[in-house]
Structures are given as C-alpha cells and as structure tokens.
C-alpha cells in the first residue's frame, strides 16, 4: 500500500496538524482512505465540499471547461468569468454590484482591506476579539488569536480589536481615522459564535455614523452555509463588502469580493493571475444553479435545526452548549477537543476543532438525514467514553 502520510510528512513542510490519516476519493458526504475505508466528512475541506463531494454537475461543468479554456487573465473578458459576475451581483444584498475575483479567502480580505484604505483615505481597521480572517499579513493582522501571530511580527499597523458582541466595544475602537469594521457574522475559529442581530446592525449604525465602511467576512458562512445565500441576510444588514471564498466554486480554489459602486480601484492597483480563472468560474456557476435547483438554502437550514436538536439530545455531561445556524454547527465541551476528535475519527465520523474547546460540525450541505444520525451516534458513543473516564474541566 502506498504510504501517502509518510511521503508527505517526509516532504511537506509540517505546517498542519496531522490527523494520520489519507483521503483518496469521495461522494456526497463520504469521503475515503486508501484502504477502503470511509468516513462521514463534516470537515467539508473546511466548509469549502458544501455540495458534496465529486458533485455531478460540478464535474461535468470542470471537464467540459477544461476541454475549453482554463486560464484568461483578467485584461481579457471571459464568458465564464463574465457570467459569474452578473449571478453574484443579483445574489448579493442591497446594492452591491461590483465583483473582484481571487484564489482564497486570505486573498478576498487583502483586497478588501486594500479598497477600503484606497475608498475612505483612512489607515485604521476594528476587528473582533476571537476574529480570524486568514494568514497573510494583512488578513493575519485582522486576525486575533496571538498564536497565529505572535512568530511574524510586526504585522500591519492600524488594527485594533474590540469585543464580539459588544456594541459599546466597538464604538470605543472607532474614530476618524477608522476605514473599516471587519466582521464574521458568525465567529469560525472564535468558537462557533453566531453574531446578534442587534450587534451586527448597530456595527452598520456606528460605520455610517463615522463614514467608515463595513467588511462582512462571510467567506465560511456564505454560499448557503447558515441557510441563505450570505448569513448577514438573516440579521437584515447589508455590509459595504462581503468576502466569499470555501464553498463558492463547490471546492476549486476561488475567492471573491462583492461590494457597492465607487470603492474599487483604478487600473493597476490591485490584480490577480489566477483570480477568476474561467475553469473555476464554471465551477461556481454550475455550483450556484444546483443550490437553486436543489434547494439547499432550506435543506442547510432544516439540517441544521435537525442536527442541534440531536445533539442537545444526548444530554451528555461533557456538553457545555450546541449553537450555530444552518449547517455550521458547533458543541463546546468541558474539556479539550482534540481527544474528543481523535476518537471520532476511529469511529468514522471527521469534525474540526474551533478553538480548544469546541467541536465544529461542516458538513455537506447534501447530508441525508440518515448520515446525520450516524454522526450523531458516533458522537454519542466518543462522548460517552469520555463522560465515563472522566475527561472533564
């Protein structure tokens, strides 16, 4: 048997934490190791899998691109290209209508903390104490856990954080010179930790107030994740810009900034060779009409609903609380969750950490009921065995 875990502990560069594990294929919402066997994936390639894995429609619509055209740099108009743009801005809320398009989520935030510094004239950025929005310097910048980085500093000036949830915090980090507010309508990494309402719309108050603008960093909880199309569309506010990436082109690399007219730049400010490639345009595109033909904004939000209600069911004494919305579903613990994650994957389920002590659920947005139970099962039975040895705080 090939031994695809040695050869890239041997040859990668160690940056990951390593499960032991390889995945060789997949579908729907299992995926599979070279030996055959197969796991409930609720990593979804971190939200990025939210149609599932080897997608038909996906498929179909790379193989055929590929057969066509895979690279178009962006001084050339592209059909692909072309019509993605015009389907995101009819998707995105209020009058946001201009698409700049990247590789990642860490790129979408770079840029739209470029255009933000290029529209208000201003340095300064407010971010979120538990905030993260990526690892290059100026999305890490926004970033706040100081493990990821305390090693690479000095990062860019002009950032402060204000605490999550809490309007008066933030207006405290605001002033004259603040160009943008950066916010998660639901905290990832943070902890799974959805955004108020009352928070995120007094978020827009206070930038409107100040003449600064508001960054939505949905490239997690967009696409569908939390159930419609961008998360902020269930607190009813509409950001400045929204950052998408993961789940936009049903798991090819593809980011994107969606924003309102007169904030991008002029000619040669800003660029990106591989951004909006028309191989994962098509992918996008053929990613966008199967959720619409499938309705998966009410399935991720039914799923969801199902799930927690499961959960909460287990009455499991390591469970401190269940929250999330849609399918981005978090349990945090009493205790640490990495054994907890360890010991599912033995028994064939796979989930992400967010923070130390909260297990995060992402899966495909196409998980059956049924895989939804068998998820719910394993976690019974991991947590079971950590109630009886005693694993709490």
Known sequence: MNDWVGQEEQFGFGVYAGRGLDLVRGKGAVVEDESGRTYLDCVGGHGAAAVGHANPAVVEAV???AGTLIS??????NDQRAKLMFRLAELAPGDLNRVFFCNSGTEAVEAALKFARFATGRTNFVAARG???????????ATFTPAYRRDFEPLVPGFSFAAYNDLESLAGEMDKDTAAVILEVIQGEGGV??????????ARELCDRHGALLILDEVQTGVCRTGPMFACQDVGVVPDIICLAKALAGGLPLGAVICREGLEPPVGRHGSTFGGNPLSCAAALATLDFIEENELPGRSRDLGLYLMDKLRS???PWVRDIRGRGLMVGMEG????????????????LALPAGRMVLRLLPPLTITRSELDQVVSGVDEVLASVAKAGVLE
């Open 131 to 141: 905030g993260f929005h990526g690892r290059t310097f100026g999305a890490m910048s």
């Open 72 to 77: 178009c740099p962006g001084a050339f108009a």
């Open 314 to 316: 287990l009455e499991n």
């Open 193 to 202: 930790v959805p955004g108020t309402r009352d928070f995120l719309q007094g």
């Open 63 to 65: 193989s055929q691109q």
């Open 334 to 349: 009493r205790g640490r969750v990495a054994p907890v994650l360890r010991a599912l994957q033995k028994v064939g389920v």
